[in-house]
């Protein structure tokens, strides 16, 4: 058994304090909006951490023998098991991106997860990954990156009026280390305009779908990451990031069957990603399952220079191996005993989300080293977590765009109601909102986590709201095939217990590895190299898994 997890050693008080004073940052205004002051923060030139990212990408546990219905179709593959393959010189980076083209070609028409394909930039990048040395788990894996983050010389729209013609002078933090440990970036996705909705146009149309139910766009296919999740789960790409301020990362993984994880405040660096609200944006990934969440959030993290709100912090510990299963006798295991904690009526009722709940904790129940136990919600639960007490955010995302809501509101499409409300609301306001929202954190921290290490949740509030970790994973589907998730909660840091108690769940169950079916094919970027065309006979699948 490793280590013990990050969050025995941490000092809730001072978290507490931290967050106090990030409210004081945001309150003299610290974000960085407008397209004429991109360089205004600048790129990441020294990266403090490279060289213990890329010991960890490189370790045995980020590879995983794959799955031989994996190997049949290469965008079935995880980020571990394409690895294994590419490290075995059994799959080449160009063959990953050519299978992930073809999807797009074919049926991005449908499901418009992309607003830009980099088709000719990431074959160039693929083949250049086959000749250079390889770098870790990450070498040669196409990922899909949402609009909002800055990719250097390339169209960064936020999905806005307000950007429609921005091309960043250099990559966002967690886009450039991504691309450092050798990731190719297949195309800009799709996303709620300005991160406030689910993916439309700027005017409000619906443009991407669920995956899982590609021809009925009433089917809310998640948050404002809407196209990541889509891009992913309709095997357009390996992986891909997102961003979080109301649930855009914990809501679209779990309508489409993903794993995605958001960091505690700073795990991350924001910077070069456009931004929504300086205390509440997470950037973090939407994966296929733990271990990808792991390699993922193992390349992003860490101190970023630019960024005051990743200094600091506890090091990274080692996600990977905590999203690695742990077997005793044959039998799985979690890596460190944890108690999980239920909170009143999340079992409630006959739907099918409740029966689907029921089987997780049963499921979890049966874990050795889990323990269920019942926790109450902290005083003041409902108005500290209510609607009124989350508009606290609105003035904190409108203040860096005043000068667009002075001169031309046109800009913010069909949101711009909910950005003059965060103009019009007074400075009083959200000062008590900061303060209510510190008792809040005051409370969960000792109160709920006195009792527990992690928690089950139905929301996404008040975790994203208050900088700490969650975890969203399915947990089983409805009658009519639509994918049903769950959020665990955990202490700040603790993303490595929040990764075991999911890889552990995913080891004995397999919601995670089904796939949607394919949708009408529609033409889209480019007519070649059909999907079919790339999967493999029976006996080449048993060639490349010896």
Not at 90 to 119: C, H, M, W
Not at 212 to 223: A, E, I, K, M, S
Not at 280 to 289: K, V
Not at 344 to 361: D, E, H, I, K, M
């Amino acid at each position: 058994m490793t280590a013990e997890p990050l969050d025995r050693s941490i000092d809730r008080r001072a978290f507490l304090a931290r967050a106090a004073a990030l409210a004081i940052a945001s309150a003299a205004g610290a974000t960085v909006a407008s397209p004429s002051l991109a360089l205004a923060v600048g790129p990441l030139s020294v990266d403090p951490g490279a060289e213990t990212r890329n010991r960890a990408l490189d370790q045995p546990n980020a590879y995983t023998q794959p799955r031989p219905e994996a190997v049949a179709d290469p965008t079935e593959l995880t980020i571990a098991e394409a690895a294994w393959l590419i490290r075995a010189n059994k799959l080449t980076p160009e063959q990953l991106v050519e299978a992930y083209l073809a999807r797009i070609s074919t049926y991005d028409g449908t499901y418009q997860a992309f607003n830009l394909v980099l088709a000719d930039a990431a074959t160039a990048a693929a083949r250049a990954a086959v000749r250079a040395p390889r770098l870790g788990a990450l070498h040669g894996i196409p990922l899909a990156i949402k609009d909002n983050y800055y990719t250097e010389g390339v169209l960064t729209t936020a999905n806005s009026f307000l950007f429609k013609d921005f091309v960043p002078p250099y990559d966002a933090t967690a886009v450039a280390r991504l691309k450092a440990g050798g990731a190719i970036v297949l195309g800009k996705t799709q996303m709620g305009p300005l991160a406030t909705t689910r993916a439309t146009t700027p005017a409000g149309v619906i443009t991407t779908v669920n995956a899982w139910t590609p021809t009925n766009r009433n089917t809310d296919p998640g948050g404002s990451s809407t196209g990541t999740a889509t891009a992913v789960a309709g095997r357009m790409a390996t992986s891909g990031i997102g961003t979080q301020t109301g649930g855009s990362i914990t809501a679209p993984s779990n309508a489409q069957n993903l794993t995605g994880l958001k960091p505690t405040m700073g795990r991350v660096s924001a910077t070069g990603v456009i931004p929504l609200s300086y205390t509440r944006d997470h950037p973090g990934p939407l994966a296929r399952d733990a271990k990808d969440a792991a390699i993922m959030l193992t390349a992003m993290a860490g101190e970023d220079p630019a960024d005051p709100r990743s200094q600091g912090l506890p090091d990274v510990p080692d996600l990977i191996d905590a999203a690695t299963p742990v077997y005793r006798r044959n039998r799985v295991r979690l890596r460190w005993n944890t108690r999980i904690g239920v909170l009143p009526g999340f079992t409630n009722g006959t739907s099918a989300t409740a029966a689907a709940r029921q089987g997780y904790l049963a499921q979890l129940a049966e874990i050795p080293g889990a323990t269920l136990v019942d926790v109450s919600l902290p005083d003041g639960w409902s108005q500290l977590t209510g609607s009124t007490f989350n508009n606290i955010r609105l003035p904190e995302r409108s203040e860096p765009f005043m000068p667009y809501l002075r001169t031309d509101l046109r800009g913010f499409g069909v949101s711009v109601t909910s950005w003059l409300q965060g103009a019009l609301l007074g400075g009083n306001e959200f000062l008590t909102g900061q303060r209510a929202k510190l008792l809040l954190m005051e409370r969960v921290l000792n109160d709920l986590f006195d009792v527990c290490d992690v928690v089950v949740q139905t929301d996404p509030v008040p975790f994203d709201i208050l900088g700490l970790p969650e975890i969203a994973f399915p947990i089983g589907f409805t009658a009519a095939g639509v994918p049903i998730g769950t959020i665990l909660g955990g202490l700040p840091y603790a993303e490595d217990r929040l990764l075991s108690v999911v890889a552990a769940y995913q080891a004995t169950t397999d919601w995670h590895l089904r796939r949607p079916a394919d949708p009408p094919a529609t033409a889209r970027m480019r007519a070649e190299a059909p999907a079919e065309a790339l999967r493999l006979t029976a006996e080449q699948v048993a060639e490349l898994t010896q």
